[in-house]
């Protein structure tokens, strides 16, 4: 089985309303420069098996990581080949967010190997984009999604939310528009999330924003379905569409529970039996590097049972149900078959799937299985 890299690049123009990630203001290329010294070190004291572990996907995630420039991204390419072994035609996806990037930058890490943005548009909409607090208005994603295409990107996904403040469903349905008049390869189409301790909910508690309305949330989802599968994409998981041919081959070792080997602050790690996870806070986590060569602050071996149950069932394709029952034993019948009535799980061609209503619950099927 091949594994993964993710690489975390926290520093992003500013911070957006609803983010809970882990990300610093950018302020200068010298703060970046030791960050990107940090993770070097951590990927350069990785400890290998022989042979080198292979690996065909390498995601710069974040944050936002086409704030580097192409020699930052050269250097972590050059630690990740030392340590790894990289297949043929690996997949090599970097997030990017409006008003970003140049054609010089572009053209450099196309140089590098990187053969996929992941781009984050999030809304068409300017009030919505200032409410957000993205910090580019709509005309900077048209302008950078060109220059993608210029630069010769041919594979691009592209980043909606729904069910943001005040969105209607007619909004949302000129955002989708917008979105599959570009042609992108993939979609990645969000329910927002409210998460606690961000500005949004801080405006949202104080009633300067209305309380995300979830009847509308349903009717965007199903739109959203019916919109994009008429458009001749491909939904291979419950927020991921794509034209045949380019699901995230990154993304899907997540959901399958292949291995997948995250560096810098925050990354998350799954070795195939062990979880493990960097410290959060950037200078922290830059400090546990340099004086003690690691940042991990958490190691737990993960219950099998219930993660390939719920990561899978995030998938189209669904659980084989011979599996399923094989790992969960007595307890199987007892956590489906109340799903199954309910109609938000199904069993077709020997495998256990979500229906449309179980996509739309997802959390509440999820939550049977941790
Ligand atoms: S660009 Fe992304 S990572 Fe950066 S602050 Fe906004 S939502 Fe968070």
Redesign the pocket.
Same mark, same amino acid.
């Given at each position: 089985m091949t594994a993964g890299v993710y690489l975390h690049i926290?520093f *992003?123009?500013?911070? *957006?309303s609803? *983010?809970?990630?882990a990300?610093d203001i950018y302020r200068d290329s010298a703060a970046v420069e030791s960050y990107v010294d940090a993770v070097c070190a951590e990927i350069d004291s990785f400890a290998t098996s022989q042979p080198a572990i292979q690996i065909d996907t390498i995601y710069f995630g #974040? #944050?936002?990581p086409s704030l580097l420039s192409p020699f930052q991204v050269s250097r972590l390419m050059t630690s990740v080949r030392e340590k790894f072994g990289i297949t043929d035609e690996p997949e090599i996806t970097m997030?990017m967010?409006p008003a970003t990037v140049t054609p010089e930058s572009l053209a450099g890490f196309r140089d590098l190997g990187v053969n996929r943005a992941s781009f984050?548009v999030?809304t068409f909409n300017d009030r919505a984009l200032k409410l957000?607090?993205? #910090?580019h208005d709509a005309q900077d994603a048209r302008n950078t999604f060109r220059m993608l295409r210029e630069a010769g990107y041919d594979n691009v996904s592209l980043d909606l939310i729904a069910g943001l403040p005040g969105q209607t469903l007619s909004d949302w349905e000129s955002n989708l528009d917008e979105a599959l008049a570009m042609h992108p390869e993939h979609l990645s189409l969000y329910l927002l999330e409210v998460h606690e301790a961000t500005p949004l909910a801080e405006q949202i508690l104080s009633r300067r924003q209305p309380v995300p309305d979830e009847d509308l949330a349903a009717e965007m989802y199903e739109m959203m379905l019916d919109t994009t599968v008429a458009a001749g994409y491909e939904q291979y998981e419950i927020s991921n569409f794509s034209k045949p041919g380019f699901a995230s081959r990154h993304n899907t070792k997540y959901w399958r529970l292949e291995p997948v080997y995250a560096f810098g602050v925050s990354a998350h790690s799954f070795d195939g039996r062990e979880r493990y996870a960097n410290e959060r806070d950037t200078a922290k986590y830059v400090e546990m590097i340099e004086t003690q060569g690691t940042a991990e602050v958490m190691r737990e071996e993960i219950d099998t049972a219930s993660e390939f149950a719920f990561l899978g069932l995030r998938l189209n394709g669904g659980v084989d149900l011979d599996e399923f029952q094989r790992r969960h034993g007595n307890g199987a019948d007892e956590k489906v078959t109340p799903l199954l009535k309910a109609k938000l799980l199904e069993v077709s061609d020997g495998r256990l799937r979500l229906t449309r209503k179980g996509m739309l619950f997802s959390n509440e099927v999820f939550e049977k299985f941790v």
């Open positions: 926290p *992003c123009k500013s911070r *957006c609803y *983010c809970d990630f990300t #974040g #944050g936002t997030e967010n984050g999030q957000l607090a993205r #910090g």
